[in-house]
């Protein structure tokens, strides 16, 4: 991929005529909706629908527009209910590798970053780039003690060309949302909000620094797991330096180079890690695929990149995990139930067709026995809701995600691993994880007591004195009382206006009767000017009718987009 769009930002006009080309080349229906499931299959090799071909050159624009779209892809590819499989499986695919840039501008970069020359700050730094991407490269070096490390460096200049394609993703965005169906039903630019706060944190190497400390700590009980440790005396917001791990990617060792490696366990910790991570701590790795976990030569699995990380709030990890434990069960309706309960129904939310699709493919997952994956199951399921329209919060998409991506690694580290069956096997410790009473939570629940002790007996007095006095008023707002007035008060000047009317022309036409006085085509003066009168009265009733009523639809339309999105 060309490097024109890191070294030089373009100009919004430039950027703008090249998303103008994105769009007229795909802006087709079928982008922004589920494509359908047909009949919920599981694995198979037919191959997902949608069309693969203008997929694959969606996922080629985005790679040859930069950065900021590569990243925004990868986003997109955990959206199952925003996009057809085709389009998610393409996206999936998207690699930002890049040719890397010189080593005089890493040299100053981490220089000015750290404040001291490189040779002060290391005893070796290798000029040669062991991994380069379009956001930074990774270079080996020693530090001064002797430790090995891996120096992550930001690509000059990137910070700009994202902040110059957000502010023009943003112009565009609104104006979907204002002008489009897509944007109100949908709300592209509430979900770029989220795309930017996620991309401004994987541009801030201090912010990974920390996620990589707290999934370190959460590795700690796992001997079989290994997360690299930042050096924070070589970190800044654009320099990363880690310990360096050697290993191999899980996806290039083969079979027989597993046969050395006892993987079972590595897989039992790594499956047990995830749940942990997702439902107990509440944080997503969301960018979990099996080339960020590195077989190394002790036999253990280090997990490496961790610059996007999502939270998963309280409520929604409670969600999740009766989510997952119905799907266990078997149990489609509740299955159903934890899905509605967690996602924002948009104005077609069918609730009876969506329960009943929802028990047939869990069923049709169970009977799938071991075969089938938890995380295939929730990937469905968010395509099933999106088609349903019911919007899923985006944590449950990248759940999913993560889970779909843990599984391809479990399964090539150990085919016979089931997920389903270590899910059941730990629904106790789940369950125990779930009604556990968080610290923070059981302090703020003592500070509502105390509250409402406090407040009570003063709350009991004033509402007994009301009471007493006749003043106790109960109000309830069950409609919109200033919205039903203004469309009263419009049907009454509307139906007034056409009495006036209809009194007008009547009386014009008892007048067109009376014999004598100056007359135009054989009609008296008076009543032809009443009669124009009402004919213009009515041009004008007519034209305030339509233009007010469309103005008021197009007002709904908006209402309903807002409250549809998610």
């Known amino acids: 991929m060309s490097l024109t769009h890191s070294a030089d930002p373009r100009t919004s006009s430039v950027r703008y005529r090249d998303l103008a080309r994105l769009v007229w080349r795909h802006g087709r229906s079928d982008l922004l909706?589920?494509?359908?499931?047909?009949?919920?299959?599981?694995?198979?090799?037919?191959?997902?629908?949608?069309?693969?071909?203008?997929?694959?050159q969606l996922a080629h624009d985005l790679e040859a527009l930069g950065p900021t779209f590569v990243k925004l892809g990868q986003l997109l590819s955990t959206r199952y209910d925003l996009l057809?499989?085709?389009?998610?499986?393409?996206?999936?695919?998207?690699?930002?590798?890049?040719?890397?840039?010189?080593?005089?501008q890493v040299q100053e970069i981490v220089e000015s970053e750290l404040g001291a020359e490189i040779r002060h700050l290391y005893a070796d730094f290798d000029p040669e780039?062991?991994?380069?991407?379009?956001?930074?490269?990774?270079?080996?070096?020693?530090?001064?003690?002797?430790?090995?490390?891996?120096?992550?460096?930001?690509?000059?200049?990137?910070?700009?060309?994202?902040?110059?394609?957000?502010?023009?993703?943003?112009?565009?965005?609104?104006?979907?949302?204002?002008?489009?169906?897509?944007?109100?039903?949908?709300?592209?630019?509430?979900?770029?909000?989220q795309f930017g706060r996620s991309l401004a944190g994987e541009l801030d190497y201090r912010r990974e620094a920390r996620n990589l400390l707290r999934f370190r700590d959460l590795a700690s009980d796992h001997?079989?797991?290994?997360?690299?440790?930042?050096?924070?005396?070589?970190?800044?917001?654009?320099?990363?330096?880690?310990?360096?791990?050697?290993?191999?990617?899980?996806?290039?060792?083969?079979?027989?180079?597993?046969?050395?490696?006892?993987?079972?366990?590595?897989?039992?910790?790594?499956?047990?890690?995830?749940?942990?991570?997702?439902?107990?701590?509440?944080?997503?790795?969301?960018?979990p695929h099996p080339g960020n976990l590195?077989?190394?030569?002790?036999?253990?699995?280090?997990?490496?990149?961790?610059?996007?990380?999502?939270?998963?709030?309280?409520?929604?990890q409670d969600h999740v995990l009766k989510l997952m434990l119905a799907i266990s069960d078997g149990d489609g309706e509740e299955t159903a139930r934890a899905l509605a309960s967690m996602g924002h129904p948009l104005p077609d939310y069918d609730a009876a067709a969506f329960r009943d699709d929802v028990t047939h493919l869990v069923s049709e997952a169970i009977n799938a026995g071991s075969d089938l994956q938890v995380g295939t199951v929730l990937v469905e399921l968010s395509r099933l809701s999106g088609s349903h329209g019911l919007r899923p919060p985006a944590?449950?998409?990248?759940?999913?995600?993560?889970?779909?991506?843990?599984?391809?690694?479990?399964?090539?580290?150990?085919?016979?691993?089931?997920?389903?069956?270590?899910?059941?096997?730990?629904?106790?410790?789940?369950?125990?994880?779930?009604?556990?009473?968080?610290?923070?939570?059981?302090?703020?629940?003592?500070?509502?007591a105390k509250e409402f002790t406090a407040m009570l007996p003063k709350r009991a007095n004033?509402?007994?004195?009301?009471?007493?006095?006749?003043?106790?008023?109960?109000?309830?707002?069950?409609?919109?009382?200033?919205?039903?007035?203004?469309?009263?008060?419009?049907?009454?000047?509307?139906?007034?206006?056409?009495?006036?009317?209809?009194?007008?022309?009547?009386?014009?036409a008892l007048l067109a009767r009376v014999?004598?006085?100056?007359?135009?085509?054989?009609?008296?003066?008076?009543?032809?000017?009443?009669?124009?009168?009402?004919?213009?009265?009515?041009?004008?009733?007519?034209a305030w009718i339509v233009t007010t009523d469309r103005k008021v639809a197009r007002t709904e339309r908006e209402r309903r987009g807002r409250r549809g999105v998610v």
Do not use: C, W
């Open 33 to 56: 909706a589920d494509a359908g499931l047909g009949q919920f299959t599981f694995g198979d090799e037919d191959g997902p629908p949608g069309d693969r071909d203008k997929a694959e």
């Open 84 to 104: 057809p499989p085709a389009y998610t499986t393409a996206l999936a695919r998207l690699q930002d590798e890049v040719e890397p840039f010189a080593f005089d």
């Open 129 to 193: 780039p062991i991994a380069a991407a379009s956001l930074g490269q990774v270079h080996r070096a020693t530090l001064r003690n002797g430790r090995e490390v891996a120096v992550k460096v930001q690509r000059p200049g990137v910070r700009d060309v994202v902040r110059a394609d957000m502010e023009v993703l943003g112009r565009l965005a609104a104006t979907a949302d204002k002008r489009t169906e897509a944007g109100r039903r949908y709300g592209l630019e509430k979900l770029l909000g």
């Open 223 to 287: 001997d079989l797991l290994l997360v690299p440790e930042p050096v924070s005396s070589h970190t800044s917001g654009r320099v990363l330096t880690m310990e360096l791990v050697e290993g191999r990617k899980v996806t290039d060792v083969g079979r027989l180079g597993l046969l050395d490696v006892d993987t079972r366990p590595i897989v039992e910790q790594l499956f047990s890690y995830y749940l942990t991570m997702m439902l107990d701590e509440g944080v997503i790795h969301a960018d």
């Open 294 to 316: 590195l077989l190394t030569d002790d036999g253990r699995l280090a997990l490496v990149d961790f610059g996007m990380v999502a939270t998963v709030s309280p409520r929604l």
């Open 395 to 448: 944590e449950m998409s990248m759940i999913g995600k993560a889970l779909l991506n843990l599984d391809e690694a479990t399964l090539h580290l150990d085919p016979d691993f089931s997920p389903t069956r270590a899910l059941r096997d730990n629904v106790g410790q789940m369950m125990t994880r779930g009604l556990r009473l968080r610290t923070g939570g059981l302090m703020a629940a003592a500070v509502e």
């Open 462 to 508: 004033r509402i007994l004195d009301n009471l007493a006095e006749g003043e106790f008023h109960v109000q309830v707002h069950a409609i919109d009382e200033e919205r039903l007035h203004t469309v009263l008060q419009r049907m009454a000047n509307r139906l007034t206006f056409g009495m006036v009317i209809a009194a007008t022309i009547l009386g014009a």
């Open 515 to 542: 014999p004598g006085g100056t007359q135009v085509l054989g009609v008296p003066v008076v009543a032809l000017v009443f009669f124009v009168l009402a004919v213009l009265a009515g041009v004008a009733l007519t």
